[in-house]
């Protein structure tokens, strides 16, 4: 872990890293989340934040707990069957986190969501950010299709956007 003093720096110095993701990224990630949701029932939101304010930073606000105030904010949980998934990116950290609603819980192991997220730092370290998350997308679709599998006829409702959110 980075000490307070570097890890400000990185913060205040990640403007250019916002743009990691252009308007055809964003809607590359927005096509494999509703591909994905095509499977099932559950539900998948990407946001993506380049830096924390500086207060957060100097509060020591980790990107796990961050991730967990964006899931209230995005409302995430606000799902009719709580099967609601964030996969949070903060770029100044270089931090992926993936949070679930409750309705996961006991479904899905720890592991399970650790290799969804492996797989897309393995690809953010090969310079991929948009294939990561595509991949990563991918990779909660098939953990949510064994859980809350789309039946035929199911009409999908779509409770949460699928356009990624930039913070």
Do not use: K
């Amino acid at each position: 872990m980075p000490n307070r003093f570097t890890r400000l720096l990185r913060h205040l110095a990640t403007g250019a890293e916002a743009r990691l993701f252009s308007d055809g990224s964003l809607q590359r990630i927005a096509d494999a989340v509703a591909e994905g949701e095509a499977r099932h029932r559950g539900e998948i939101c990407f946001a993506v934040e380049p830096a924390l304010p500086v207060r957060q930073v100097l509060r020591e606000v980790q990107a796990r707990d961050r991730a967990h105030e964006v899931f209230a904010q995005l409302r995430v949980w606000d799902t009719r069957a709580n099967n609601g998934v964030l996969v949070y990116l903060l770029l100044a950290d270089h931090r992926i986190e993936i949070v679930a609603d409750r309705g996961l819980a006991g479904l899905v192991s720890e592991e399970q969501w650790r290799g969804a997220c492996l797989l897309m730092e393995e690809r953010l370290r090969a310079g991929e950010p948009v294939e990561a998350i595509v991949r990563g997308v991918a990779a909660i679709s098939d953990l949510l299709a064994l859980h809350f599998p789309r039946s035929p006829g199911d009409i999908d409702e779509n409770e949460l956007p699928d356009q990624p959110r930039v913070l």
